[in-house]
């Protein structure tokens, strides 16, 4: 799924998301005022994992702060620990799965009072 990329490769892909950048938003949008299947929770609590054990690599720097050469060796890093990562994200699990469940009820309540103004 994350592979380390170079940095053609990264270019490449920067290119091709900001071109994408429009319409990305707008399924976003879309997508915000439908529950998340269980595959995404398992991806969500994938990258969250991800950036655990990122955040422990690193420790008090950032990881945009990093050189590009910083970036591809720590994306080996993470792929060599891929055990790891999938135990933190099934272990995350159950805290991103009731994040969605409150971001859905508040994004609802939000949505109720907004269409009894629209009446």
Known sequence: MFEALSMVARKKMSRIMKSKSKSIARKR????NKKATPEKLKIRAYKKARDI????????RKKEDLPMSGKMEL?????????????????????????????????????????????
């Open 53 to 60: 054990l990122t955040q422990k690599i690193l420790k008090d």
């Open 75 to 119: 994306e080996k890093k993470l792929d060599k620990k891929q055990a790891i990562i999938k135990k933190i994200a099934k272990r995350i699990l159950p805290q991103i799965k009731k994040a969605e469940s409150d971001r859905f009820k508040m994004h609802h309540q939000s949505n109720k009072g907004e269409q009894e103004w629209n009446l």
């Open 29 to 32: 949008e879309i997508a915000m």
